[in-house]
């Protein structure tokens, strides 16, 4: 199974076009699977029952939770496909399994406010770094709030996709999949202001947001970033890069945006992932309800 598990990963980087992070999260998942199966002395594929696979996962069951025992079910039903596909047949075990109950949770998202102390915040420190370094987080903060990208997607960007004379940015996505977002006036400003200060903290190379020496910045260090401002900005919710996507989502739906143009800027493939952010609280539903419902006045009469 293992070597099979190795050309299958291989074509998921090479031909399917998955990203390195999901491609090593299935090889985890399908070598845990593996070693468990070849513990009960099964090591042909064609010998692999659903209840094989349904003693892997109870053996995790305990030490996991619902999401990553989904995670790993995903794994197995994507492999037994191809496999399936490479023999010719419809065999697939992991498609006789049913997939774990999730809870389900509410996006967490800033308020209007919050979000606004945050990406205004100032960076602590003197000196000509310290001010290079915080116009860059502005301009990072105010993107990943203005524009909903993905902490990955942000800093993967190259300076030649931000254009501020048009507004926008060419993002690559999950799946290779290149989408323009427009970028707002806050946004554009606070980009217009970082990119000279970018050369000066290093005058070659693509990247756009970049550490203190030199090199592209990464996801943690984003995160430990926006943690520095969230305690500047006295912002107390648990404030990080996928918080202020869904803020970004949420407050666009929030001021009438169509959930189709929040998919398309969120580069999501289904509109059931966008609909997720459609969440809204009691007093929100009866703001709506009052204003818009011909029975929802408190004068109404019949």
């Not at 065999?91 to 979000?115: C, I, M, W, Y």
């Not at 806050?186 to 070659?204: D, K, V």
């Not at 910045?217 to 969230?230: F, G, H, I, Y």
Request: with cysteine; net charge positive; glycine share 10%.
């Amino acid at each position: 199974m293992r070597t099979a598990v190795d050309r299958f990963l291989q074509q998921l980087l090479a031909i399917r076009g998955r990203s390195p992070r999901t491609v090593d999260a299935y090889r985890r998942d399908l070598l845990q699977a593996a070693s468990h199966l070849e513990e009960r002395g099964i090591t042909e594929l064609d010998s692999i029952e659903p209840r094989d696979l349904r003693s892997f996962l109870a053996v995790v069951h305990g030490a996991s939770s619902p999401a990553t025992r989904a995670r790993k079910l995903a794994a197995l039903r994507s492999f037994f496909d191809w496999v399936a596909e490479r023999e010719g047949h419809e065999r697939n075990p992991a498609r006789r399994l049913s997939s774990p109950k999730q809870a389900r949770t509410l996006p967490r998202v800033l308020g209007v406010g919050e979000a606004t102390r945050l990406v205004e915040a100032e960076r602590p420190g003197d000196g000509l770094r310290a001010d290079l370094l915080g116009l860059r987080d502005r301009a990072l903060t105010e993107l990943l709030y203005g524009s909903g990208l993905r902490v990955s997607e942000a800093v993967g960007l190259d300076t030649a996709r931000i254009d501020l004379r048009r507004g926008e940015v060419r993002v690559l996505g999950k799946g290779g999949k290149e989408r323009l977002v427009p970028l707002g006036g806050p946004c554009r400003a606070a980009l217009a202001e970082y990119l000279p200060a970018r050369r000066l903290l290093h005058p070659e190379g693509d990247a756009l947001f970049l550490n203190a020496r030199g090199g592209r910045l990464t996801a943690r260090s984003v995160q430990r970033l926006l943690k520095q401002r969230a305690l500047v900005a006295a912002v107390d919710k648990g404030v990080n890069p996928h918080a202020l996507r869904h803020s970004f989502a949420t407050h666009l739906l929030d001021g009438g945006a169509d959930l189709r143009s929040i998919q398309e800027m969120l580069g999501h493939a289904s509109l059931s992932t966008t609909q997720k952010y459609t969440h809204r609280t009691v007093e929100g539903l009866l703001g709506v309800h009052r204003a818009c419902h011909p029975r929802g006045k408190d004068d109404a009469s019949d």
